[in-house]
């Protein structure tokens, strides 16, 4: 079963005001109501937050929470552990 | 030209006291100021304000919006839904080509802008929010109340620092008087508690110290009075043609009976020293609605508790106004909300008609010696108003006034 990473249910939960139950393995920033400009800043404090390697490319529109989650896991920027447990 | 009856039918506001226009009124009456440290001011040498307070106000906007709005446009929004409820209108319903937004600041998103900076200057530009812009500037109140309420009338931010609300409900008049709109929302909104800013207030002189009890600080037309103590906030209105509201079976508040506008041009800070430019802006208000002096039967006064302000607006009032109405001024309780002052107290002045009490002037036991004016002091006065006006006076010497009366 696919997980989300539980720094991107924050992100959009606190600074986005997504309600957590909307956040699932499947959603996309088209599926959250999210538009560009939002998914924009989206990138800009998931990069700040997490050290990750995220461009434009990599967080498109359609880009499920589950590949976002495995990006995180790849880059694991900062060095900090993503978990493998979650 | 003959300008028709306009009519306030809604109205909204969040300030220090409360988040809506009932808790805001019950807070003024009670004279009691909110002034308390503020974290973020840690190190600043004034560390204090009156500011708002339990709300989440990401939460309340909502809708994935909120990152993208400073402080002063989220403010401006919440306050417009509760005035847009309150008139008993519904933008999903709504003729949105004849709705106009007319919503001051004078600050804008200037603490927004010093975010983005530190963060430029820390992390560097690929950190910088991509809503780095809308963030500061100062039309976006008035724009995310048009994109919320589909409103496609005209729109803008009048800027006349602290007389920017009263600005606001001048050209928001203006427009339904030239017809072209048919709704207009108006009002102002300001949040400007940060540490540049309130380091270029208290280095401006203008703005009080610390000194004991913060809730006792502010002190309008006080002898003792010690500056200004910084507020924030806004205050929305809903105005339309009396025969308007009238024909769709609303209630109105208040109606907008006049305004009056001038201009110092004298000294960015000081008032003009024999304070004729002020008093013909209460003129033009009064001539506009076509009251004589002494039928004024209340002033709500910008009343900052500056010594100049106050002295040169005591002058002024008991030289128009030698009948002594009754003198309230919220910025003891509230603070100086700059941009949104005048028009939290144009909303004070409207529920003082419609209620018959006047709010006291917090901290004051009397006026200072020399100040010829009926200051409201520790309770609020119970007393039928028919007419009443409203003064505000900006930075850069912008006066504006605005006359209220009961339908």
Redesign the interface.
């Known amino acids: 079963m696919s997980t989300i990473d539980p720094r991107i249910t924050d992100v959009l939960s606190r600074?986005?005001?997504?309600p957590v139950a909307e956040i699932l393995p499947e959603s996309t920033m088209d599926s959250?109501?999210?538009?560009s400009?939002?998914a924009?800043?989206f990138a800009?404090v998931l990069?700040?937050t997490t050290g990750a390697e995220l461009d434009t490319g990599t967080l498109t529109r359609g880009t499920t929470l589950a590949r976002l989650t495995e990006h995180l896991r790849a880059s694991a920027g900062d060095g900090s552990p993503v978990g493998t447990a979650r | 030209m003959r300008t028709p009856a306009i009519a306030i039918t809604g109205l909204g506001m969040i300030t220090p006291v409360g988040n809506d226009t009932e808790s805001t009124w019950d807070g003024v009456c009670a004279a009691v100021s909110p002034a308390r440290t503020v974290p973020a001011l840690e190190g600043c040498v004034i560390d204090f304000a009156c500011v708002v307070d339990g709300i989440d106000l990401?939460?309340a906007?909502?809708?994935?919006?909120?990152?993208?709005m400073g402080r002063y446009v989220k403010f401006a929004v919440l306050a417009a839904r509760e005035a847009v409820a309150d008139a008993g209108l519904d933008p999903a319903g709504w003729d949105g080509s004849r709705v106009a937004v007319v919503v001051g600041t004078s600050s804008g998103g200037s603490a927004q802008l010093t975010d983005q900076a530190l963060v430029l200057e820390r992390?560097g530009p690929?950190?910088?929010?991509?809503?780095g812009v809308?963030l500061t500037i100062p039309n976006m109140p008035a724009a995310e109340i048009a994109i919320e309420m589909r409103a496609t009338g005209p729109s803008m931010a009048p800027c006349t620092a602290c007389s920017s609300g009263v600005t606001a409900l001048s050209v928001a008049r203006d427009l339904l008087a030239t017809g072209q709109c048919d709704v207009a929302v108006a009002g102002a909104t300001e949040s400007t508690v940060f540490p540049i800013a309130m380091t270029g207030f208290a280095r401006s002189g203008a703005a009080a110290r610390a000194d004991g009890d913060l809730s006792r600080l502010s002190r309008p037309f006080a002898a003792d009075r010690a500056g200004l103590v910084m507020g924030e906030g806004a205050a929305v209105m809903v105005l339309e043609r009396a025969a308007d509201a009238e024909a769709r079976g609303a209630e109105p508040r208040a109606l907008l009976a006049g305004t009056g506008a001038t201009t110092d041009a004298h000294h960015p800070t000081s008032p003009h020293p024999d304070g004729r430019i002020a008093r013909a802006a209460v003129e033009a208000a009064l001539r506009d609605a076509g009251w004589r002096a002494d039928e004024v039967e209340h002033v709500n006064a910008h009343g900052t508790a500056t010594e100049r302000n106050d002295a040169a607006e005591a002058a002024l009032i008991s030289r128009v106004y030698p009948h002594r109405p009754p003198v309230t001024a919220p910025k003891g309780v509230l603070g100086h909300c700059m941009g949104a002052a005048g028009a939290i107290e144009a909303g004070l002045t409207i529920l003082t008609l419609q209620r018959g009490v006047i709010p006291p002037v917090a901290n004051l036991d009397a006026p200072a010696p020399g100040f010829d004016i009926d200051c409201v002091t520790k309770v609020p006065l119970v007393r039928p108003v028919r007419r009443a006006v409203s003064h505000s006076f900006g930075f850069g010497g912008h006066n504006a006034v605005v006359a209220l009366q009961r339908p």
Not at chain 1, 32 to 35: G, R, V
Not at chain 2, 61 to 68: I, L, Q, S
Not at chain 2, 126 to 131: D, H, I, L, M, W
């Open positions: 600074t986005f005001k997504v959250l109501d999210m538009d400009l939002a924009a800043e800009v990069r700040e | 990401d939460a906007v909502g809708r994935r919006t909120a990152f993208r992390r690929e950190a910088t929010s991509p809503a809308l």
